[in-house]
T-cell receptor, first 116, second 114 residues
Framework: DAKTTQPTSMDCAEGRAANLPCNHSTISGNEYVYWYRQIHSQGPQYIIHGLKNNETNEMASLIITEDRKSSTLILPHATLRDTAVYYC?????????????????FGKGTHLIIQP | NAGVTQTPKFQVLKTGQSMTLQCAQD?????MYWYRQDPGMGLRLIYYSASEGTTDKGEVPNGYNVSRLNKREFSLRLESAAPSQTSVYFC?????????????FGPGTRLTVT
C-alpha cells in the first residue's frame, strides 16, 4: 500500500469547515483513498472513500487532486464531537479487490481539535 | 443490530498467563480482522480472516493465534502473555471483494500484562 503523510495536529473553530490534508504521492492506479476517524478510546469509524472523483456523503466531502497525489477531507460544519484522530489510508479496494480481504494500514493520523 | 461486539472490555493478566479475546459480528460479513493499538500509535494488523475457514498473518502476528469459529465469530488467543502485549485490541469486520471498502470496528479490549 502507498504511504501517506498527514499533519500531526490541527485546530478548527466550531461551526467552521475543517480541511484535513493528506499526501499520497506514490499512489497506484488501483488504490483508493479512505478516511477513518477515531474518537478518544473508541474503535475507528469509516468516513468516506474515493478513487479519483470527488465524493460527498452525510459526514464529509473528499477532494482528490487530478494527479491523485494528494487529497483533502472536508468536514463542512465542524462540531465539538468531531474532535478525533483522522486517518488517511491508501489501499487497493472496491472494484480492484480480489476475493479476499486486506487489513488497513494506519499511520499516526491527524489529531483534529475543534475549539468552542 | 449490535454490529461488532468484543469481550471482555478490560483484562489484567500476569506474565505467562493465557487468555482468549472474543469477537462477534451480526452483519453477515465475510472478513474479520484483529488489530492492536499501542499508546499514541495507529492500529496494526495482527491477523485477518478473509472468509470462514481461512486465516492469514498480518503485520504483527508473533505471540498470537486466531480461530475463525464460524462466519460470525473470530477469536484471538494469547498463549503466554508478555508485557509487550499490553495494548488495546480491536476487532473489525467487512464484506470482501468489490464491497470491501468499509470496515466496522468493535469497542476494543484493553489488556494490561504485568
Amino acid at each position: 500500500d502507498a504511504k501517506t503523510t498527514q499533519p500531526t495536529s490541527m485546530d478548527c473553530a466550531e461551526g467552521r469547515a475543517a480541511n484535513l490534508p493528506c499526501n499520497h504521492s506514490t499512489i497506484s492506479g488501483n488504490e483508493y483513498v479512505y478516511w477513518y476517524r477515531q474518537i478518544h478510546s473508541q474503535g475507528p469509524q469509516y468516513i468516506i472513500h474515493g478513487l479519483k472523483n470527488n465524493e460527498t456523503n452525510e459526514m464529509a466531502s473528499l477532494i482528490i487532486t487530478e494527479d491523485r497525489k494528494s487529497s483533502t477531507l472536508i468536514l463542512p460544519h465542524a462540531t465539538l464531537r468531531d474532535t478525533a484522530v483522522y486517518y488517511c489510508i491508501v489501499r487497493v479496494g472496491g472494484m480492484y479487490s480480489g476475493g479476499g480481504a486486506d487489513g488497513l494500514t494506519f499511520g499516526k493520523g491527524t489529531h483534529l481539535i475543534i475549539q468552542p | 443490530n449490535a454490529g461488532v461486539t468484543q469481550t471482555p472490555k478490560f483484562q489484567v493478566l500476569k506474565t505467562g498467563q493465557s487468555m482468549t479475546l472474543q469477537c462477534a459480528q451480526d452483519m453477515n460479513h465475510n472478513s474479520m480482522y484483529w488489530y492492536r493499538q499501542d499508546p499514541g500509535m495507529g492500529l496494526r494488523l495482527i491477523y485477518y480472516s478473509a472468509s470462514e475457514g481461512t486465516t492469514d498473518k498480518g503485520e504483527v502476528p508473533n505471540g498470537y493465534n486466531v480461530s475463525r469459529l464460524n462466519k460470525r465469530e473470530f477469536s484471538l488467543r494469547l498463549e503466554s502473555a508478555a508485557p509487550s502485549q499490553t495494548s488495546v485490541y480491536f476487532c473489525a469486520s467487512s464484506f470482501s471483494g468489490r464491497s470491501s471498502y468499509e470496515q466496522y470496528f468493535g469497542p476494543g479490549t484493553r489488556l494490561t500484562v504485568t
